[in-house]
């Protein structure tokens, strides 16, 4: 500020002492932005012919549906099987940007799907639009609850008996728009149709910015739940109460559990029963290769403002995870489509079998639980798991109605004015960037392999 003022006085005085000078003052300065102009040009023309076209891999429609292709795929499984699925699509607008969601629910039988006798889990698939594969497995998974399709080496009959005990509500596609985007040829955007990463727009630790902060990756938004897909996500979460979250991403093998936004898992009870899940499938279906632990401790970075947080430390869903289920580490950074997606047919299907196996083996030891509640085992462990049902229906609910609610309502208005100054700041400083940026566009910062 103080400089800018000096130069500005200094250029006063200059033009006021002589006319002469202050034409050749003038002809100096066009010289100079002449010369720059130039050499701008020069570093764009010269950065494009000597960058070698790094090889980018685009979507394989042999393997891959569209978007569209595979809602409608979904719908029409859903018809056939009116006994054990039904579908919804759910809305929500905000600032002339509006989401749109489509919610899968299995319910064996049709019988007791809104009551709370059954266990219940909640799936959602596609958060980050480049993570194709997990809307493939979302599918996957439907074909399987609907019996079009068959987990290898498993009896059908104890599985529907698993089955009967549950309620599985299934996103194949959360970030519907971001996916557009990918489709049209964006193949490294994971972020919504407004640039903002759905999976730091939660409200645990939201806003908060590690040094290696990319916004192109992690935009969190304005504030806390400022995106009508996470408004989406919370009010299913909330309706459904479930006792199991997977959000389901691509990038690494990971089995994540809280918490993402620190390096360390909680403790207790549930810590150790959503450890030791983690592992038997590992070990039962993923060949032990899976990373473990918590995602802020494993994943290489911290990440604020996530989905498992938030269902972990607020909705209270005793156990919540990250799933990564495909990464070509190897892949170039600038190759979104192959560092996030299974390219060959083999690889697809490889995926796809072990990730179903180890989803269905969750939901198997989820369905043991309700045994546990229903024969009125007197294991400590189930102790303390129908007191996490107290938990959940009594006084922590209480608490999150009204606590929680009251610190998002804070951390609302201290997130809107913090928003405010980024903006004011941003647009002082956006003339003096326009130059810089016009070079630096000839080399488009590199996508890091960032996938929880
Ligand atoms: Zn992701």
Redesign the pocket.
Known sequence: MGCRRRCQNHFLDFNFNSSSSSSSYIRLVALLLLLSFFFANFLVVNGKANATPSPVTPINHDLYHTSGALLEEIETLVHRHPDKLSIETIFSKNKGYQAEMTVVTYCSKRTDCDGKSKFRILLSFG??G??LI?SELALRILSILSEEEFLPNTDRGSLNNTLDRLVIKVVPMENFNGRKLVEAGEFCE?RNGRGVDL?RNWSVDWGKKEKDYDPYEENPGTAPFSEPETQLMRKLSISFEPHIWVNV???MEALFMPYDHKNTTPDGFFSQRMKSMLEKLNHLHLEDRCLIGSGGGSVGYLAHGTATDYMYDVARVPMAFTF?IYGDGTASSKDCFRM?NPIDITTFNKVLNDWSAAFFAMFKLGALQVDGLHSGAVASSFDKWISIDDYLNGYLMERRNRYGKKMEVLELGMQEIRTYFRLFMLSSVLLMFMFCSRISKSARPIVSA???
């Open positions: 958060q980050h480049r993570e997990t994971r999976n991403h691509s990038g990564e996030f960032m996938s929880l």
